[in-house]
Nanobody, 127 residues
Framework: VQLQASGGGLVQAGGSLRLSCAAS????????ISWFRRSSGRQRDFVAR????????KYADSVKGRFTISRDDSMNAVYLQMNSLKPEDTAVYFC?????????????????????WGQGTLVTVSS
C-alpha cells in the first residue's frame, strides 16, 4: 500500500485548506487512516482518524470542531478539511494507514501501529 499526501500550502489565519491522502495498492480499503502532523523539532502528533467504513472518526482536542476527516473509497482517498486555521496548526501533515488490530485501538494516537505513511505535505498558517 502506498499513501500520498497533498494539498498543503500557505494560508492566512482563519482560512481553510483541504488535504488529500491518495491510497494505492492492494487491500487499502480496509485500512484505518489517520492524519498526523509534525512541527519543527517535534514528534508527529495525532490529528484525526477515520475507520475503513467512514463511520468512526476521532480527533485531537486541539482540532475538534475545526477539522473534519472524511473518505471516499471510490476514489481511494481520505480528506482532511481544515477550517479556522491558526498559526499553531503550521506543520508537516502526514497520512498514515493501519489495520484494525486490537492493539491499534489502544495506540492509534501514537505512531506505533501504523504500517503505511505518506511523505508529508507542509501547511503554513500566517498570522
Amino acid at each position: 500500500v502506498q499513501l500520498q499526501a497533498s494539498g498543503g500550502g500557505l494560508v492566512q489565519a482563519g482560512g481553510s485548506l483541504r488535504l488529500s491522502c491518495a491510497a494505492s495498492g492492494r487491500a487499502n480499503s480496509r485500512l484505518y487512516i489517520s492524519w498526523f502532523r509534525r512541527s519543527s523539532g517535534r514528534q508527529r502528533d495525532f490529528v484525526a482518524r477515520i475507520s475503513y467504513r467512514g463511520g468512526d472518526t476521532k480527533y485531537a482536542d486541539s482540532v475538534k470542531g475545526r477539522f473534519t476527516i472524511s473518505r471516499d473509497d471510490s476514489m481511494n482517498a481520505v480528506y482532511l478539511q481544515m477550517n479556522s486555521l491558526k498559526p499553531e496548526d503550521t506543520a508537516v501533515y502526514f497520512c498514515a494507514g493501519a489495520r484494525p488490530t486490537p492493539d491499534y485501538f489502544s495506540y492509534y494516537r501514537t505512531e506505533a501501529p501504523y504500517d503505511y505513511w505518506g511523505q508529508g505535505t507542509l501547511v503554513t498558517v500566517s498570522s
